[in-house]
């Protein structure tokens, strides 16, 4: 307690003989770096707010992991995509709703706990999407072309058991001569 009020005592002087002769020139120094780090404080604050605007599934879309998806064609020609990983209920369930536009090169990876019939609706989905059904060995089972957009009816399903689906835009499969039968790699 006594080292306390020496360092108290210290502060005290300090402050009396440099800094009250100073005021204006310090409470100045003082303001400025007061906005500097407001400014700093609000523009990071913007960032994390404008990162949770909306429905609490904003916040699912921008914490998703990444991979690198291989398709492996019969003749062992490959395409690559980059895909943003839905492995959990939540994340499964948004998917890619409320987004109108996707990279010509990116997709969602659906991953599932066990290999059954999937179904997909594209409820709040502006973009019409392939759906690409993975069984367990990571072969293609099904693939769903061209599926409309912002409908809960119909459904998309797997028609086979499948444990991942991947959607891409419309169209992707068939430029990549992506095929039933196929194998993927991730």
């Known amino acids: 307690m006594e080292e306390f009020k ?3 005592k210290v ?3 300090i402050f009396r003989k440099y800094i009250r002769p100073n005021v204006p020139i310090i409470g100045g120094i003082l303001g400025l770096a007061g906005v500097i780090l407001a400014a700093i404080f609000l523009i990071s604050g913007v960032e994390s ?3 949770n605007i909306g429905p609490d599934d904003q916040t699912l879309i921008s914490q998703r992991d990444e991979l690198t998806v291989t398709f492996i064609k019969s003749d062992n020609n490959s395409s690559n995509l980059t895909v943003e990983v839905a492995d959990t209920q939540d994340e499964r369930r948004v998917g890619l709703m409320n ?3 996707l990279d010509y090169d990116r997709g969602m990876l659906f991953v599932f706990p066990k290999e059954e ?3 997909f609706w594209m409820r709040n989905t502006f973009i019409p999407l392939d759906i690409i059904f993975v ?3 990571k072969e293609i089972v099904y693939i769903q072309k061209n ?3 912002l409908q ?3 459904t998309y399903s797997s028609i086979f058991p499948s444990k991942y689906a991947i959607e891409v835009n419309s169209g992707w499969s068939d430029t990549n001569n992506i095929e039933v039968g196929d194998t993927v790699f991730f």
Do not use: G, I
């Open 6 to 8: 020496e360092y108290l």
């Open 11 to 13: 502060l005290s002087n």
């Open 49 to 51: 707010v404008r990162r």
């Open 99 to 101: 987004r109108h536009f």
């Open 117 to 119: 019939v999937l179904e």
């Open 135 to 137: 069984d367990e060995d």
């Open 147 to 149: 599926t409309t957009p």
């Open 152 to 154: 809960e009816s119909p």
